[in-house]
């Protein structure tokens, strides 16, 4: 089946610890994206990539890096210097960009808890 | 910057009775736009899309979204909610020339009373 998983689903950190969130996608997608969500705050964007090799920043990338080294793959790292990395973190991925509605898919999320 | 508003953060419903959930957006240009469903501790499901091609959209599980450009919404109905209904749902948009961005509302969360 194609999809989108992220691992690990529960993740405990001790503070001043980086920590790195894995997702994978099998749907042959160009670009993936990477959420994060509050409580309230709907989904806020921490970085994109259209390609591979490329990525940007979203509204909220301070304190979170990327890599994206396959086409399949985008992890993202939760670094010491986020101050409030208690959250839902998901992961997407869609066709190209600016191909007319196409729609971003959705992984199952990875809970990251700061202790 | 473009922005969504989802009116209500929680709606409670009995089941059977219709499900109202309101999204109003800010553009200049009609955007296309997006309802999502998430049940608790899962990622996000796609409902319905509107691409410009019919101002009546429907969805799976009964859903529909009626795109009104003079009103700039974007709400989603369904006629009969059922206890499966319980969930958060997100309207989100994307600007139609600037790749695939989303912004996303604040979510709505329905409780299906029985």
């Known amino acids: 089946d194609g999809g989108i998983t992220q691992s690990p689903k529960y993740l405990f950190r001790k503070e001043g610890q980086n920590v790195t969130l894995s997702c994978e996608q099998n749907l042959n997608h160009d670009a993936m994206y990477w959420y994060r969500q509050d409580p309230g705050q709907g989904l806020r964007l921490i970085y994109y990539s259209q390609i591979v090799n490329d990525f940007q920043k979203g509204d909220i990338a301070e304190g979170y890096s990327v890599s994206r080294e396959k086409k399949e793959s985008f992890p993202l790292t939760v670094t010491s210097a986020q101050k409030n990395p208690t959250a839902f973190y998901l992961c997407?991925?869609?066709?190209?960009?600016?191909?007319?509605?196409?729609?971003?898919?959705f992984g199952p999320g990875t809970r990251l808890t700061v202790l | 910057a473009q922005s969504v508003t989802q009116l209500g953060s929680h709606v409670s419903v009995s089941e059977g009775a219709l499900v109202l959930l309101r999204c109003n957006y800010s553009?200049?240009?009609?955007?296309?736009l997006f309802w999502y469903v998430q049940y608790p501790n899962q990622g996000l499901q796609l409902l319905l899309k509107y691409t410009s091609a019919a101002t009546l959209v429907k969805g799976i599980n009964g859903f529909e979204a009626e795109f009104k450009k003079s009103e700039t919404s974007f709400h989603l109905t369904k006629p009969s909610a059922h206890m499966s209904d319980a969930a958060e749902y997100f309207c989100a948009v994307r600007p139609k020339a600037a790749g695939n961005k989303l912004t996303f509302g604040g979510g709505t969360r329905v409780l299906v009373k029985p």
């Open positions: 997407a991925s869609s066709l190209i960009p600016g191909q007319g509605a196409d729609e971003q898919f």
């Open positions: 553009s200049s240009v009609p955007p296309y």
